[in-house]
């Protein structure tokens, strides 16, 4: 089995000291980070995605196994930070209320990080006051909303909405994205920027912010 099957397979069973061992044996190997992530951790997450749907695995298992992904994805962490990149700004970011993942949202704070921007984890469960108030008194340019639940997404119309109505829907670039999260979405509810995946969404806020 290679290393990166390992990887997904003991992700999916929870062991997440054996996920941490395997990552750092394949970074030591040559292994990409971007290929340990999405071919080791993030397949072994949408495996797991996949049982969890059709109730082949429960709550625990899944806990488990976000877990194991934490672990892992805390060994990459450096490798996915791109060093010295002169970009600068703040952002802050946040699951948004009522939904309580957040490893998707705790890897774009990663790559943000990786390319020089201070973020505020604003951490799950957000409502839109507490965004809004991370723009007004610790001087945020950017808010990142994730949602993973169809249940929760909406919550980012109320975001737009309570930037609107304290007045700073001007001075403030609103990023969505998240599993359910699409373009048309984006739109529908007057956000400026969706993105389907982590780095693609720290390019995208650097552009924002160099813009
Ligand atoms: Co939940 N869960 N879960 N869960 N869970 C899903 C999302 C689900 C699709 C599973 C399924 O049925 N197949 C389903 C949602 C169905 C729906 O809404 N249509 C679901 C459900 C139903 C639930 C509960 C309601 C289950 C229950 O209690 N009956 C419950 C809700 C709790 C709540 O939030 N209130 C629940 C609970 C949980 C756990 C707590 C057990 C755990 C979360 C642990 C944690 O996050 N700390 C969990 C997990 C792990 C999942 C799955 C299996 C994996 C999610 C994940 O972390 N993926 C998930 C199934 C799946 O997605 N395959 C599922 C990996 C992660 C890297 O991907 O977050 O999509 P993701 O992030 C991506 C992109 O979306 C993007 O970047 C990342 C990739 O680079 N991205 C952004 C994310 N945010 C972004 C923001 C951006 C830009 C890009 O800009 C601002």
């Given at each position: 089995?290679?290393?990166?099957?390992?990887?997904?397979?003991?992700?999916?069973?929870?062991?997440?000291?054996?996920?941490?061992?395997?990552?750092?044996?394949?970074?030591?190997?040559?292994?990409?980070?971007?290929?340990?992530?999405?071919?080791?951790?993030?397949?072994?997450?949408?495996?797991?995605?996949?049982?969890?749907?059709?109730?082949?695995?429960?709550?625990?298992?899944?806990?488990?196994?976000?877990?194991?992904?934490?672990?892992?994805?805390a060994v990459l962490k450096p490798l996915l930070a791109e060093d010295g990149v002169e970009a600068s700004g703040k952002v802050c970011i946040g699951t948004v209320k009522g939904d309580l993942h957040d490893i998707g949202k705790n890897l774009v704070k990663m790559m943000m990080e990786g390319k020089g921007l201070e973020v505020v984890d604003?951490?799950?469960?957000?409502?839109?006051?507490?965004?809004?108030?991370?723009?007004?008194?610790?001087?945020?340019?950017?808010?990142?909303?994730?949602?993973?639940?169809?249940?929760?997404?909406?919550?980012?119309?109320?975001?737009?909405?309570?930037?609107?109505?304290?007045?700073?829907?001007?001075?403030?670039?609103?990023?969505?994205?998240?599993?359910?999260?699409?373009?048309?979405?984006?739109?529908?509810?007057?956000?400026?920027?969706?993105?389907?995946?982590?780095?693609?969404?720290?390019?995208?806020?650097?552009?924002?912010?160099?813009?």
């Open positions: 089995m290679s290393i990166l099957n390992e990887i997904s397979e003991n992700l999916q069973r929870g062991k997440a000291k054996i996920v941490k061992t395997l990552v750092q044996q394949a970074i030591e190997e040559g292994v990409p980070a971007k290929q340990i992530l999405e071919e080791g951790l993030l397949s072994g997450m949408n495996i797991v995605g996949e049982k969890f749907k059709a109730n082949e695995v429960f709550v625990p298992e899944v806990l488990v196994a976000a877990r194991a992904m934490n672990m892992g994805t604003l951490g799950v469960d957000v409502s839109p006051e507490q965004f809004v108030d991370a723009v007004q008194n610790q001087g945020c340019q950017i808010i990142c909303c994730s949602a993973l639940l169809t249940t929760t997404m909406g919550i980012m119309a109320d975001v737009v909405k309570a930037a609107e109505a304290a007045g700073i829907r001007d001075s403030v670039k609103i990023m969505v994205g998240g599993a359910p999260v699409t373009e048309a979405f984006c739109q529908q509810i007057g956000a400026d920027k969706y993105t389907p995946d982590a780095a693609t969404a720290a390019d995208v806020a650097v552009q924002l912010l160099a813009g």
